[in-house]
């Protein structure tokens, strides 16, 4: 017996979702003019952002650059082992990475250099102001168009108070209501019920009854708005909508949280199956990215490597953390061994820092959380610990190459 994930009336709730913010082919246009350079220097020099702009252009040219100390280190791949890809959590907002921009920078020529990762992981509320202020746009210009960084990761939390119009809309778009409190007198927000801490729930990433719609509108809008292209996903029904949602939507992906807990191959198979019920035509998921769980072992990573491979799925990759918050696991964690013997036995992965392993001031998930205004006072401190988190990348990084195993980094880092 087989059960559909998706019943008739989940799929034309999402379908009218869609329609609302102009169809597929609207979506997909509207994203890849968003992430033009041109497109988005013209809408920040408007918004007061110019000035930080041409000083990015400029700080990039200063960066360390990968060859040089691949030459140094007398770097020499081994095409048996697994290719590594840098990723770093934490680019919160366009303060705070214009700082470490300027950190990063300071390092060329160091015995230390500190080099642009590939993928770029920021946990702010999607709010009306964090995505239509330039804020967002920012972050996302200098990260992908100017460091040239793979991919940059947004989160939708669904708790964040929106208009209450919106609520109303959605509910006449999608046929589905919505449990919400009103915050003001223009604002409402979903009522979380596992809401117990302002942590316990990660911010809002509970997603009971329908409430997966509230994602991928907030999704939908960030990505419209800004040409963000990749999202957080923490929920196993959130999952399986992004997968129907974005099938004909090739440049909307997501990345699967570590709050999932997929912790081990009956998990990760759990995941395939959702995966594969809507693959697109050319057998990718939306999906782009998997985030193994803290407590697997590296057997269990590359048992999951293995399947996937086996799957016929293209373009997912797996992650897992070396190094996370001192608040968000067990203290002193530390899973650069497992790494390497994944990386030995000739399996990819992409290697992410929470944390550089120290323990640094801001260091938290409460820094995550913090509003706009308190988030942009605390920039530079908090750009200090997005740099020692890259400097920890690049590093560990230099140890990989001297084992023959290759890194991966941003564009501009070459």
């Not at 705070?96 to 993928?119: L, N, Q, S, Y």
Request: with cysteine; net charge negative; proline share 4%.
């Amino acid at each position: 017996m087989k059960f559909d994930l998706l019943s008739k009336s989940d799929m034309q709730a999402m379908d009218a979702l869609k329609e609302y913010h102009g169809g597929a082919a609207k979506i997909v246009a509207t994203i890849a003019e968003m992430r033009k350079y041109e497109t988005r220097k013209r809408i920040l020099q408007e918004k007061g952002f110019g000035d930080m702009l041409e000083s990015a252009e400029a700080l990039v040219k200063k960066f360390p650059k990968v060859p040089d100390y691949e030459k140094k280190l007398g770097a020499n791949y081994n095409p048996a082992l697994g290719v590594a890809t840098s990723q770093v959590s934490g680019w919160q907002g366009a303060y705070v990475t214009h700082h470490a921009m300027k950190r990063m920078a300071a390092t060329a020529g160091a015995a230390d250099p500190c080099f642009i990762p590939a993928e770029f992981i920021s946990v702010v509320a999607l709010t009306d102001y964090y995505v239509h202020s330039g804020d967002l746009m920012a972050t996302l210009a200098m990260s992908e168009n100017i460091m040239q960084a793979h991919k940059f990761c947004s989160t939708n939390l669904i708790g964040i108070p929106q208009p209450k119009a919106r609520f109303k809309y959605l509910e006449e778009v999608t046929g589905k209501t919505f449990e919400t409190n009103e915050v003001d007198g223009e604002n409402a927000a979903l009522i979380l019920k596992n809401m117990g801490t302002p942590f316990g729930n990660f911010g809002g990433i509970e997603v009971a009854n329908d409430n997966h719609l509230i994602f991928l509108d907030g999704v939908t809008r960030a990505a419209l708005a800004t040409g963000g292209d990749f999202f957080l996903n923490p929920s196993w029904s959130s999952i399986i909508a992004a997968c129907y949602y974005g099938r004909d939507i090739p440049n909307l992906t997501f990345k699967v949280s570590m709050l999932l807990s997929t912790q081990n191959t009956m998990q990760f198979r759990m995941l395939l199956n959702i995966m594969s019920a809507y693959l697109r035509d050319d057998k990718t998921s939306p999906l782009y990215e998997i985030n193994i769980g803290n407590a697997a072992s590296p057997e269990t990573f590359i048992q999951c490597a293995k399947e996937l491979d086996a799957s016929g799925i293209k373009g997912v990759s797996l992650a897992a953390h070396l190094r996370i918050n001192p608040d968000l696991g067990i203290a002193g964690f530390d899973w650069t061994d497992n790494a390497f013997k994944v990386l030995h036995s000739g399996t990819n992965m992409t290697f992410k820092y929470e944390s550089d392993g120290t323990a640094r001031e801001l260091d938290t998930m409460a820094t995550y959380f913090l509003p706009d205004d308190e988030r942009n006072e605390l920039a530079e401190k908090i750009g200090e610990v997005i740099f020692y988190k890259a400097l920890k990348a690049s590093k560990d990084g230099m140890e990989m190459m001297k084992q023959g195993i290759k890194p991966i980094y941003g564009d501009a880092s070459y």
